[in-house]
């Protein structure tokens, strides 16, 4: 679904430039959850906006679908750390923004969506909120609402960066629960990243842990505790456990290659 | 603290309390009339003031309309000309580098000094009056405007380009909306300095308005006159102030919520 051939990003900044991502190689199978972890600045965002499309790579390739992404697709859908929600428009209005959007591009027309928000809108527990403004939400309904908004497009893709890192312990367990189950009904395809080894471990099929300046990939590790798992009360604690503390070895490890990237211009 | 959140958040105490503030002031200005025997002349009382205005409250009120009236059509003037021109220079670094210091000069101006030539330009009529007060409110709008047009959070431009929007649609659905409440900052700005602006103009070469009234009166040493005239045109800033804060909170009612 998702192939990374060899892909590298170089940021001229100011101060000369920086290697982000060197020499990522990745095959994301369709209907794969795969989990990214690293340390703060490892490229992992940077990474995900690659796929969305958002980003050129500076050498390599990067395919979605068995085409080359050259811009942000209608099929892969990108959720923010924030909720990132126009402030103006009401919680079904911010649902409603993406095919709002195709219909200005000749999609179809709105009605047949409206349906669609509110079955969303109730899938995560908001129903009889749809038209509150985002700022009389709580940073979790927030989040819902992020996430719904970027289900509208029946996307084959997700890509979420750290969508629940805001969030407190009870919130975040209960929307990676129905992650999972989303994931599971409709088969999509997500690369999501995550600061929370545990998080990471619980969600994933794999995890793909990167090492920083410049960022690569350290290791990947397949994850094959049954589904559905839970950080919760009845948690996979000692198989999740297990894993984590292997994860934490690795991305403690001081980085193998060269300490210092900064080229000098 | 219930006191003080009453006294915050109430509506009542909203519309209350700037009455309050208004009394305490007419009060003290009247007690010092008193107090110090103060020649009406020098300074009148608020009593006077009120007399005075009731002699010729048609008269008065003819006149404020022409002010209003000016400062209306200048003040929406510089809104059709100042967004534009916002806009267009947020969209291109040649274009402001190029315009941003022809505007600061423009500005810098002292308006007081341009006055004269208005009218040798455009005769007596409501026109220099009109230009004086575009002159006044253009440049607050302008500012604003852009400042509001540059603000928009880069997650939301992102969030924007990830849905395949078009750069029209990132226009209109997100930045122009981002900026409205900047926008409406320039406006509340704007609309005092547009009140000031034609009383200036009506300094020079009126036959009408207030500030043509308060010019005459000087002539005539009418203080009491004067006094009411400026009455008005508080009355009046005051009244097109608050109308634009009502039209905010009728727009833009998510803005409140950043306060
Ligand atoms: N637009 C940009 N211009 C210049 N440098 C950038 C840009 N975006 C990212 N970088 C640099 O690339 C590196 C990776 O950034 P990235 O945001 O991908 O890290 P991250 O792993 O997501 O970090 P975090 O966990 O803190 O979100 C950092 O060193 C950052 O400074
Ligand atoms: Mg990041």
Redesign the pocket.
């Known amino acids: 679904m998702i192939r990374l051939n060899g892909v590298g990003q170089v940021?001229d900044?100011r101060e000369g430039s920086?290697t982000?991502l060197e020499e990522i190689d990745l095959h994301v199978r369709g209907g794969e959850f795969v989990t990214l972890i690293?340390r703060?600045?490892?490229?992992?965002?940077?990474?995900l906006r690659l796929i969305a499309g958002l980003l050129v790579p500076t050498s390599g390739s990067v395919q979605v679908a068995g085409e080359p992404v050259t811009g942000p697709r209608r099929d892969v859908s990108f959720m923010f750390q924030r909720p990132a929600l126009l402030p103006w428009r009401s919680v079904l209005s911010n649902v409603m923004l993406p095919v709002e959007i195709d219909k200005g591009r000749g999609g179809r027309g709105k009605a047949e969506y409206r349906d669609r928000a509110h079955q969303l809108l109730e899938l995560v527990g908001l129903q009889g909120f749809e038209r509150r403004l985002p700022h009389e939400l709580s940073g979790g309904m927030q989040q819902r609402v992020s996430l719904c908004r970027s289900l509208m497009r029946d996307p084959q893709v997700m890509l979420m960066d750290?969508p629940f890192s805001a969030l407190d312990a009870l919130t975040r367990t209960e929307l990676s629960e129905e992650l999972q189950r989303i994931k599971m009904e409709l088969s999509t395809t997500i690369v999501f990243?995550t600061?929370s080894i545990e998080e990471a471990v619980v969600l994933a099929d794999r995890v793909v842990v990167l090492t920083p300046r410049p960022?690569r990939m350290r290791e990947v590790v397949d994850i094959d505790i049954p589904r559905p798992r839970s950080l919760g009360q009845d948690a996979h604690l000692t198989e999740v456990a297990a894993i984590s503390g292997r994860l934490h070895a690795l991305l403690s490890e001081k980085a193998d290659v060269r300490p210092v990237d900064e080229v000098p211009r | 603290m219930t006191k003080r959140s009453w006294l915050t958040s109430s509506p009542v105490a909203a519309v209350v309390l700037p009455i309050i503030g208004l009394v305490a002031a007419i009060t003290l200005w009247w007690g010092a009339t008193v107090v110090f025997s103060i020649e009406p002349f020098l300074l009148p009382g608020p009593w006077d003031v009120l007399v005075k205005f009731f002699d010729q409250p048609g008269q008065l009120l003819s006149e404020t309309g022409t002010s209003l009236l000016e400062t209306i059509e200048g003040f929406l003037l510089a809104i059709v000309i100042g967004v534009p021109i916002a806009l267009v220079i947020v969209r291109s670094v040649i274009l402001e580098r190029l315009v941003y210091p022809l505007l600061l000069m423009v500005n810098s101006i002292p308006k007081v000094a341009v006055a004269p030539l208005l009218v040798v330009w455009m005769g007596f009529g409501q026109w220099p009056k009109v230009v004086m007060v575009l002159l006044m409110c253009f440049f607050p709008i302008v500012i604003s405007t852009a400042q509001g047009m540059k603000s928009t959070p880069t997650e939301l431009v992102e969030l924007m380009r990830s849905l395949n929007a078009t750069r029209t649609q990132e226009f209109f659905k997100l930045r122009l909306r981002y900026a409205m409440p900047q926008i409406f900052t320039g406006f509340k700005v704007a609309i005092s300095l547009a009140v000031i602006g034609s009383v200036i103009a009506e300094f020079v070469g009126a036959t009408k308005g207030l500030g043509y009234v308060i010019q005459q009166s000087g002539a005539s040493a009418d203080t009491t006159l004067a006094f009411a005239a400026i009455a008005l045109l508080s009355v009046m800033s005051i009244i097109l102030f608050y109308g634009l804060v009502l039209l905010e909170h009728i727009l833009l009612p998510w803005a409140q919520e950043k306060r």
């Not at chain 1, 703060?40 to 990474?47: E, Q, R, Y």
């Open positions: 940021f900044g920086v982000a690293g703060s600045g490892c490229g992992k965002s940077t990474l750290e990243v600061h960022g």
